[in-house]
């Protein structure tokens, strides 16, 4: 019973370069949240997505990032044009309802902007 | 908008004995959830303890406790007879109990265990 799993764990990318991280919720899960961890913080909230929809994108920045999660396959966080900046871990949380409470995290991935 | 905050960035405890990590947090809600999460160096997040808004009772498990204070906005994470591998970053988080609503998180406790 695979928990919620994220690839690539680590990720090094020159500037100006595309990152495409992915997500795959643990089963029957359909709620998919990404988080953003840079050094010594805590998690920033970025995205929130359902099947197919976008539901709150508040904490993403306008520009360069992207999410989505398609009815078939893993949930995307596309970065276009990485800066160094953009370095820090990434992390995909799961939950089976919308408010149930509890958020199950993957263990990351790692981004590294050279 | 809800806040969440921890005031001690590091906390050291011995083998054995108790430590407290505060949290407190802000919101005009009456129902929502509360949490513990801990990192190890693997960095994988792992939910220690969570407690809902309406319960009363403090939420426990094992040898991890909370003192859930609503009133005063509290949330403390007790750890009882310290393990080395309790040595973490901690954080504390909140969640509205509206539908799709995001985990909140504090900026984290590292915790640090000597033998």
Known sequence: NAGVMQNPRHLVRR???????RCSP??????VYWYRQLPEE????????????????SGMPKERFSAEFPKEGPSILRIQQVVRGDSAAYFCASSLTPNTGELFFG???RLTVL | AQT????QPEMSVQEAETVTLSCTYDTSESDYY???????????????????????????ENRFS??????AKSFSLKIS???LGDAAMYFCAYRSNQAGTALIFGKGTTLSVSS
């Open chain 2, 66 to 71: 909370v003192n859930f204070q609503k009133a």
């Open chain 1, 42 to 57: 805590g998690l920033k909230f970025m995205v929130y997505l359902q099947k197919e929809n976008i539901i709150d994108e």
């Open chain 2, 4 to 7: 969440v905050t921890q005031s």
């Open chain 2, 34 to 60: 509360l949490f513990w999460y801990k990192q190890p160096p693997s960095r994988q997040m792992i939910l220690v303890i969570r407690q809902e808004a309406y319960k009363q009772q403090n939420a426990t």
């Open chain 1, 26 to 31: 643990m089963k029957g899960h359909s709620h």
């Open chain 1, 15 to 21: 500037r100006g370069q595309e990152a495409r991280l």
């Open chain 2, 81 to 83: 007879d310290s393990q």
């Open chain 1, 107 to 109: 263990e990351g991935s």
